[in-house]
């Protein structure tokens, strides 16, 4: 079993920069693939980014040249860099973990684009 814990969201003004972290604790961190995603209001969560255990990344078209996911198995965490951020990227943010058959999902951290 693994727990996840997002944060870091909060309000910033188009333009602006955030970090999101998810520390994880309760299993191998190294091993597991993990991913953002996101939820707009009165939409379905979408992917935004992901990184493999081999440090392999992809985005999301949207995200590309301003998202970078990065991670540190030494603290077990995850982050998400997000700088020239946009209403349109206002969300609440979730970290999800998996490895083969096993998927685990944090509680998410809000995140708020407006001036």
């Known amino acids: 079993q693994m727990q996840l814990k997002e944060s870091g969201g909060g309000l910033v003004q188009p333009g602006g920069s955030l970090r999101l972290s998810c520390a994880a604790s309760g299993s191998i961190f190294s091993i597991y693939t993990m991913n953002w995603y996101r939820q707009a209001p009165g939409k379905q969560r979408e992917f935004v980014a992901v990184i493999t255990s081999g440090d392999g990344t992809y985005y999301e078209d949207s995200v590309k040249g301003r998202f970078t996911i990065s991670r540190d198995n030494a603290k077990n965490t995850v982050y998400l860099q997000m700088n020239s951020l946009k209403p349109a990227d206002t969300a609440d943010y979730y970290c999800?973990?998996?490895?083969?058959?096993?998927?685990?999902w944090g509680q998410g951290t809000q995140v708020t684009v407006s001036s």
């Open positions: 999800n973990a998996r490895w083969g058959k096993y998927a685990y």
